[in-house]
């Protein structure tokens, strides 16, 4: 585990500016030896924005490697389809035991809307005992299952354990196989889709209930909160991409952009933001008709 730190994050065209300045953050406080491998899974970069986030980075520290998501996809997998906006690329952190080294056990998922202020070591060394994942919280509104799981009570579920924020997860790969965690999740979904609006995240909480470690909040920070000394922030909300961004931590998502070939980036408007969320409800149709 010393040698090397394994992460995967999954993105889009319209959000690789975000990706730029994450990796941006992540290869700057990254302080120890160890090699980060990135597992990046490429949902139609487009050429130019892929030459010109390989350029942004020294990689003397990080590897990249290119996963296409079409090809990781198995065949016989469905994706579930809820009413939400969110782009299909959201799933892939379900898949992940199945498509990545098989030598590995342990890898970090990370949301793209995301700045690391901390060393990625700090959270890769992190003891989780003996739980499947690693998270955080999702306060402060969200604390437990009964805040986060409308249906709990026809599910059975104990609505004072804790409710976990997905975007951020510390992964013990062996134990979420043993488990069939993805099959569970897949399966919490399209049973109660009527409920199931924040997809994955409502799943993986059916799923994982009393089985994952809480992780100290500061390794993810939403963008609301107003911790002075966050390590990773989350960019939860509207992103700091859009010209109406009115959060916290503006100011850190920009240092790390700047240090990038995106430095020239114009927030965008409200019309394109509109428009992401109409062509990922396309993207959910076309899948459905498949």
């Known amino acids: ?149 409308e249906n709990y009570s026809e599910l059975g579920l104990d609505p004072n354990q804790k409710y976990f924020n997905a975007g951020m997860q510390v992964i013990n790969i062996d134990k979420w196989r043993a488990l069939d965690v993805t099959q569970k999740t897949f399966d919490a979904i399209n049973n109660n889709k009527k409920y199931a609006g924040l997809g994955d995240q409502y799943g993986l909480n059916i799923a994982l209930i009393g089985n994952w470690f809480e992780i100290d909040g500061k390794w993810n920070c939403f963008s609301v909160c107003t911790d002075p000394r966050p390590s990773l922030i989350h960019y939860f909300h509207r992103k700091p991409i859009y010209k109406t961004y009115a959060y916290n931590y503006k100011d850190e998502f920009f240092y790390y952009l700047n240090k990038t070939k995106f430095s020239d980036f114009q927030p965008i408007g409200e019309t394109t933001r509109y428009l992401k969320k109409i062509n990922n409800m396309l993207e959910k149709i076309k899948l459905f008709f498949k």
């Open 1 to 149: 585990m010393s040698k090397k730190i394994s992460i995967i994050l999954a993105c889009d065209n319209h959000y690789v500016v975000l990706l730029a300045a994450l990796l941006k953050s992540i290869e700057m406080n990254h302080h120890t030896e160890e090699l980060v491998d990135v597992y990046l899974v490429d949902d139609q970069i487009s050429k130019l924005s892929k030459q010109k986030l390989m350029a942004s980075l020294t990689l003397d520290k990080m590897n990249i490697i290119w996963l296409k998501m079409e090809e990781i996809i198995p065949e016989d997998v469905t994706l579930p389809l809820v009413n939400n906006t969110y782009p299909l690329n959201t799933y892939i952190r379900l898949l992940i035991p199945y498509f990545i080294p098989k030598e590995l056990n342990r890898i970090i998922f990370l949301d793209v809307d995301m700045i690391m202020l901390d060393d990625i070591s700090n959270l890769w060394k992190m003891d989780i005992g003996d739980k499947v994942i690693g998270a955080v919280n999702d306060g402060p509104d969200v604390k437990t299952i009964a805040e986060g799981i």
